[in-house]
């Protein structure tokens, strides 16, 4: 089957994950796909419910501005198992209430006999899109990574591709569970990160009070810092090289309610 085809029959099991605060402004996002009637994302897009109020789901058959919607604690009791970041990083969440019977549903293929060079695709939405996006690539790697079994991509992974599917191009099987891309930026800019965010923390101890011509410049240091913060995720989210990762569906395999 071409790829194009491929995707017209997979496409309304693929899923976006949003997060929103109480403004409905929204704060953070990932992607999903659906599996044996669960919905299956990365555990770290999961954890993305601790930090806003509202998470709304919407599978890619459905219109765009229609969702299922959840307050934070509600998402959260969702979940049905999974594994963290540091391991495995995926999370199983029953979530009937989004499962339409017209929808796709995934099935998962172990990537053991697959090789260096073969083709593959991922679906997602990426950089905040509502738009369903497929890349395509090569596998470029397999390797081990903690006791994580990893596929290294050639192809465009995006912040927003977490939790999407890894698939075959001609059959639409899930080779793996996108997890991250890489950005070519080197350490010293997550020290940078960590530096601004420690001088953060000591200026919002301090308070305010300081007065200099009629300004705060404890508030305005602050102010420049979260400044700076917002400059350097947008970098990071443009510094892509064409890299990405999934973690192996072997990994999910494991899990019964996957498998049967």
Do not use: W
């Not at 006999?113 to 470029?140: K, W, Y």
């Not at 991509?153 to 996108?178: F, R």
């Not at 350490?187 to 101890?205: D, K, M, T």
């Not at 979260?226 to 990405?244: K, P, S, Y």
């Amino acid at each position: 089957m071409a790829l194009v085809d491929t995707v017209v029959k997979c496409r309304s099991g693929v899923v976006q994950i949003g997060f929103g605060n109480e403004a409905r402004e929204r704060v953070g996002g990932g992607s999903a796909f659906l599996c044996n009637d669960y919905l299956v994302t990365n555990h770290h897009v999961f954890l993305g419910h601790s930090k806003s109020s509202l998470v709304q789901l919407r599978r890619d058959d459905m219109p765009i501005g229609t969702h299922v919607e959840f307050r934070s604690p509600d998402f959260a009791a969702k979940l049905v198992t999974g594994s963290q970041e540091q391991s495995y990083d995926y999370a199983v969440l029953d979530i009937p209430e989004l499962i339409d019977r017209a929808s796709h549903q995934f099935s998962l293929e172990s990537p053991v006999d697959r090789r260096i060079g073969e083709q593959i695709a991922l679906l997602g939405f990426p950089l905040e899109h509502s738009n369903l996006t497929c890349h395509a690539g090569i596998v470029s790697s397999f390797y081990t990574s903690g006791i994580a079994s990893i596929i290294q991509l050639d192809a465009s992974v995006n912040s927003g591709n977490s939790g999407g599917p890894l698939i075959d191009p001609e059959t639409g099987t899930v080779l793996g569970l996108i997890t991250r891309k890489a950005t070519g930026l080197s350490q010293l800019f997550g020290h940078l990160r960590g530096a601004i965010q420690q001088n953060l923390a000591v200026a919002q101890a301090a308070g305010g009070g300081i007065a200099i011509g009629g300004i705060d410049v404890v508030q305005a240091f602050i102010a420049s810092q979260h400044q700076m913060l917002l400059t350097m995720d947008e970098i990071e989210r443009q510094a892509n090289v064409g890299i990405g990762y999934a973690i192996s569906a072997e990994h999910l395999l494991a899990e019964s309610c996957l498998s049967s």
